[in-house]
């Protein structure tokens, strides 16, 4: 990995030592009451050859692991010091390598898969203010080697000795856990972004050539000047909004100025609007339809259902099974009857990676009932699966492997999946673990949305980065089509120290990083025409109109910039 500094910050480079096991097991321990560490090495036939994306491309996992036996609790395992004053307030850190549990996984513990947890220890054992840091989850598996993409972030300088270390622990007490080339690295942000914005050229800009005579007329409007301005861009930005928002006219200025789509935060699920049984009250949705109808916003429907045992109301826990059926069945009817062709998206079970509420009371089948029944009273909208962590990388629960195989098997029933619903609550966002899961979902051949994003940080700089993060990976992958916002607005947000938008209306600078974003990615063009008749600009997918001037008249044209690989040559008739 190539390494670059700044203010005493040396990126990408590990800060462990001997992670590949060249001197043994130096700087390593066992953890705990862990009895025994030995060095091993995998038969490269074994040995994962596919890594995250944005590493050398002669990268290679060692084939040297460190096996840890003898554990007697889930707090056992290994360990290894960080050099003193390493790791740096404010900068995000990386923990990358392989995990797997030894053969006697499965007589321990019956499954054959456990969590691993690697945590970041600072402060010497006997400092009361000795603090851990999660530094990544995964759910390892006998006899397989499972990726670990960890991310932690130091929130000031730690007022202890300096002493810092990492921890691997979890999984059942008797099972041995195994751990390849394992590394803590800062990550290079402002080098991921110059990358990233060559390959948004690629995929969001076409050349374009507007002709406005043929050769033999070209006299007539040669030298003519011309302007080129886009008016919406095809890649989507949206906010959720409530009944209070609304009424802020700073909400609503920013709001309908900087986004193009919206989502209801509470008013269509079901507990708001059946809060009582047979009591329906769709009265908060079509104002907040009315609202978006004035502005021109589409709006996404979230959601029909909610996987999530806790997020069910009461009277509906309440049912037995032929009730709940029949319930189920008159909140299709009545919701999607009733709102035909307004919500061009669905969320229609919200959560399935981390509820199974429908699913446990009525079968496995129900999840793509409630796709199939969906496309059949309103066949104009995309139906989507919603989850979150699914782009973190830290969630052993969702995974995007256990995403797309839960897409398959709703597939599978039938279920017309239309589109997959990141929902980015993200906390020290990682570009290369976004684009890694972005590009597994992308196998699906689905649309994706980001639908809830929200980067939850008290520093506002890094807020702002954090952002930066999350838009420049969405907007620079070609499976990506919007991304939506969970707010944007001090005291009217469900995480805290989100916000883009202070109480009083003022733009902070996490909200200026996200307008200058917006305008990065505005193409405007100016110039004069050609002495064959022809402009020529590369501009970002979207509407546009174009004005010319010649000498015997102004015009007005609009047009359209679509996705494609060769120049886009458009005929305009003066």
Not at 99 to 119: E, F, T, Y
Not at 128 to 145: Q, T
Not at 255 to 281: C, I, M, S
Not at 476 to 505: I, K, T, Y
Request: hydrophobic share 40%; proline share 3%.
């Amino acid at each position: 990995m190539a390494c670059s500094c700044a203010h005493g910050v040396v990126f990408d480079a590990n800060l462990l030592q001997n992670s590949a096991l060249e001197d043994g097991l130096a700087g390593w321990a066992p953890l705990g009451a862990c009895t025994k560490l030995s060095a091993h090495v995998e038969e490269p036939a074994n040995v994962p050859t596919e890594t995250i994306n944005d590493v050398a491309d002669d990268y290679k996992p060692s084939g040297r692991y460190i096996l840890a036996a003898g554990r007697a609790c889930e707090e056992d395992g290994l360990c290894q010091a960080i050099p003193g004053g390493a790791l740096k307030p404010r900068v995000t850190y990386r923990v990358a390598g392989w995990i797997s549990l030894g053969d006697c996984a499965a007589k321990v513990d019956g499954a054959g898969d456990a969590v691993v947890r690697i945590n970041i220890r600072l402060g010497s054992d006997g400092e009361e203010e000795c603090m851990v840091v999660e530094g990544g989850a995964v759910c390892a598996e006998a006899g397989k080697w499972t990726e670990i993409k960890g991310v932690f972030r130091l929130k000031a300088s730690p007022v202890l000795s300096g002493a810092a270390a990492v921890h691997v622990q979890g999984a059942p007490a008797g099972v041995d856990v195994k751990v390849m080339d394992l590394q803590v690295f800062a990550v290079d942000r402002k080098a991921r972004f110059k990358k990233l914005k060559k390959k948004t050229d690629k995929v969001r800009r076409r050349d374009v050539v507007l002709k406005f005579a043929d050769a033999g007329a070209s006299s007539a409007v040669s030298g003519a000047s011309i302007r080129v301005m886009q008016m919406d861009q095809s890649f989507a930005f949206g906010a959720c909004i409530n009944p209070a928002v609304i009424q802020d006219p700073n909400f609503v200025d920013f709001f309908t100025k900087h986004f193009d789509w919206a989502v209801f935060e509470n008013e269509l699920k079901w507990y708001h609007t059946e809060a009582v049984q047979g009591q329906l009250n769709y009265a908060d949705t079509d104002a907040l339809l009315d609202f978006c109808d004035r502005y021109g916003k589409p709006v996404r429907g979230h959601c029909i259902f909610w996987a999530v045992d806790n997020m069910v109301q009461k009277w509906v826990k309440a049912l037995d099974n032929d009730q709940l059926t029949a319930a189920v069945q008159g909140r299709l009817t009545s919701l999607l009857t009733r709102y035909a062709g307004r919500f061009p998206h669905y969320d229609v079970n919200n959560e399935m990676l981390h509820g199974s509420f429908f699913q446990d009371k009525l079968g496995e089948d129900v999840n793509a009932f409630m796709f199939k029944e969906t496309a059949r009273i309103d066949p104009g909208a995309a139906l989507f699966v919603n989850d979150y962590n699914v782009e973190g990388g830290n969630d052993p629960n969702a995974t995007p492997e256990k995403y797309i195989a839960q897409i398959n098997a709703l597939q599978e029933k039938g279920a017309p999946v239309g589109g997959i619903g990141l929902q980015g609550h993200v906390t020290n966002p990682v570009g290369e673990i976004i684009c890694d899961a972005l590009d597994k979902l992308a196998t699906t051949d689905l649309p994706i949305w980001l639908t809830e994003l929200d980067a939850c940080e008290t520093d506002l700089d890094l807020r702002a980065d954090d952002y930066e993060v999350v838009l420049r990976e969405a907007y620079a992958h070609p499976a990506v089509e919007g991304v939506v916002f969970w707010g944007f607005m001090q005291g009217h947000m469900w995480r805290q120290d989100a916000c883009l938008v202070n109480s009083d209306g003022t733009v902070n600078c996490a909200g200026e990083r996200f307008i200058n974003l917006r305008r990065e990615w505005t193409s405007h063009a100016r110039g004069k025409i050609d002495s064959d008749g022809n402009f020529k600009f590369r501009g970002y997918h979207g509407s546009y109109v174009v004005q010319l001037a010649t000498a015997t008249g102004k015009m007005h044209k609009t047009f359209s910039v679509e996705k494609g690989d060769t120049p886009l040559v458009l005929d305009m008739d003066v």
